[in-house]
C-alpha cells in the first residue's frame, strides 16, 4: 500500500486511523470553481441538518446496476463517557458474487436529525472473519468506532465514499472504479450526534445505495487520499471557562473519545511541524506526493466552526495551482468537485492542505451555543473541529 510521509510520520492513502470525513457529496461535473460558495456558516447557522429537496438520481449507465443496502437490525446510539456524539461501525452484506467495481454510492440516512456524517468503507475476504467477529462480541447491531474501524493494524478497510447532510452521489465520469471482490462487506462508519435529537427520537436504521459494474479491461482503480491538518483554535475574545485551557480541552477529547482521538492533535503537529502548537484560526500541512497519480476530484471537510478550506499543488513554485478553493464553508452543503481535466501528480510535488476555523460562530450556532468554550483542538465531536482535504484519485504509475 502507498505511503504518504509527511514530516515526521506517514499517512496511508486508505486511512485506517483519522477516518472521520467524507467523501461523497454533490456532483459538480465538468467544474473547476470553488465548491461550497453560498451563504456563511453564520447566515446559514449548520442547525438543520434536516435534509434539502429530494436527490437527484444519477440514471445507471451501460453495464451498471444498483445494489440497494439497509443496516440489519435498528440502532439506538449511546454516546459514551457523558458525551453526545457516538461513531458507530455497521456490516452490510451486499452479496457480491464476482468482482467489480464501485462507481458511486448514496448513503440513506434514516433519521436525519441525528446523523452528522457517515463513511462507506469495502471490508476486504480476508478481514471478514475479524470484523464479524468484532460484531459478534459488541452489544447492539455493530460496534463504536471513533477515529478508525477499529479492527486493529492487521484488518484495514478500503475507504470508498462518504455522506455529509443534503449529500448527493458523486459519479465520475471516466472509467474508474474502487475494486471490489467476492465476499466483500459493506462497512457504514456512521457518526450520530444528539445535541439536537428528543430523547424519544434516537432510533436509525439507515442503508445504503451501491452502483456497481463489472468494469473494463481498461477501468482505473480508484483510492481515497486524505490531507489533513491541525487544529488549534483558541476561545474568541471575551470567552472563558475551564476548557479554554489547551491541556484541559485535549484531555476532554481523550475522555470522550479515548487516546487514540485524543493523540491526533499531537500527531498532526508532529506531521505539520516543530510538534509545538501555534494558536491561531488558520492552519496547514504540506504532503510530499509518494508516487505518480492522477486526481479527479476534490473535497473539504471541517465541521460547525469551519470558515474556509484550500488545496494547493506546489504552492510557492512556478508551477504552483489551487486544487480546491472554498471560500465560504458551509457543512450543510458540502459537494465533491469533478475536474473536467484531471490533475496530474508526480513525485517532487507537494500538496497543501490550508483551514480557517472561526471560534465566534460558537455562540451563533443553535448545537453548539450552550456548550461551555472550548479551545477546539482535533476531536470526533460535532463542537470539536477537523480540518481534511480529500482527493479521489488512481495511480498512474
Known amino acids: 500500500m502507498t505511503t504518504w510521509t509527511g514530516h515526521r510520520r506517514q499517512l496511508t492513502l486508505v486511512p485506517a486511523a483519522l477516518a472521520a470525513v467524507l467523501l461523497v457529496a454533490a456532483c459538480s461535473s465538468g467544474s473547476t470553481g470553488s465548491a461550497g460558495t453560498g451563504a ?7 442547525a438543520g441538518h434536516s435534509g434539502g429537496p429530494a436527490v437527484p438520481v444519477v440514471p445507471l449507465r451501460p453495464g451498471e446496476r444498483f445494489v440497494d443496502l439497509v443496516m440489519p437490525q435498528p440502532y439506538t446510539p449511546v454516546p459514551p ?3 453526545t456524539d457516538e ?7 451486499p452479496g457480491l458474487t464476482a468482482p467489480g467495481f464501485l462507481t458511486g454510492s448514496q448513503f440513506a440516512p434514516q433519521n436525519v436529525p441525528i446523523v452528522h456524517h457517515a463513511l462507506v468503507n469495502l471490508v476486504n475476504p480476508k478481514d471478514v472473519a475479524a470484523a464479524r467477529a468484532k460484531d459478534a462480541a459488541t452489544p447492539g447491531e455493530g460496534w463504536t468506532c471513533f477515529g478508525s474501524d477499529d479492527l486493529g493494524p492487521d484488518h484495514q478497510t478500503e475507504w470508498v465514499d462518504t455522506w455529509t447532510p443534503n449529500g448527493a452521489e458523486t459519479v465520475l465520469q471516466q472509467d474508474v472504479g474502487f475494486p471490489v471482490k467476492p465476499g466483500s462487506l459493506v ?3 456512521i457518526h450520530y450526534n444528539l445535541l439536537a435529537a428528543s430523547a424519544g427520537d434516537r432510533v436509525d436504521r439507515s442503508g445504503v445505495r451501491l452502483r456497481l459494474t463489472s468494469g473494463t479491461p481498461a477501468t482505473k482503480p480508484l483510492q481515497t487520499v486524505p490531507l489533513q491538518a491541525p487544529i488549534e483554535l483558541p476561545c474568541a475574545t471575551g470567552e472563558s471557562g475551564p476548557l479554554c485551557d489547551r491541556a484541559a480541552a485535549v484531555a476532554d477529547v481523550t475522555q470522550r473519545f479515548g487516546t487514540e482521538v485524543g493523540g491526533t492533535e499531537g500527531q498532526l503537529l508532529q506531521q505539520c511541524g516543530n510538534g509545538k502548537p501555534a494558536p491561531g484560526a488558520t ?3 504540506d504532503y510530499p506526493v509518494p508516487q505518480s497519480m492522477r486526481v479527479y476530484a476534490a473535497l473539504g471537510h471541517m465541521h460547525l466552526l469551519g470558515r474556509s478550506l484550500k488545496v494547493e499543488l506546489n504552492p510557492g513554485k512556478a508551477n504552483a495551482r489551487t486544487v480546491l478553493d472554498v471560500p465560504a ?6 459537494k465533491y468537485e469533478q475536474f473536467s481535466a484531471p490533475i496530474d501528480l508526480k513525485p517532487g510535488d507537494d500538496l497543501r492542505v490550508t483551514c480557517t476555523h472561526d471560534a465566534t460562530l460558537r455562540k451563533l450556532l443553535p448545537q453548539l451555543s450552550t456548550l461551555p468554550p472550548r479551545y477546539v ?3 470526533d465531536g460535532t463542537s470539536d473541529e477537523m480540518c481534511i482535504g480529500l482527493l479521489i484519485t488512481s495511480p498512474t504509475a
Do not use: E, I, K, T
Open 40 to 46: 456563511s456558516p453564520a447566515a446559514n447557522s449548520h
Open 81 to 83: 463517557s457523558g458525551g
Open 87 to 93: 461513531y458507530r461501525c455497521v456490516l452490510v452484506d
Open 187 to 189: 462497512l457504514l462508519q
Open 283 to 285: 492552519q496547514h500541512c
Open 329 to 334: 464553508f458551509n457543512f450543510d452543503d458540502q
Open 377 to 379: 483542538v482535533w476531536g
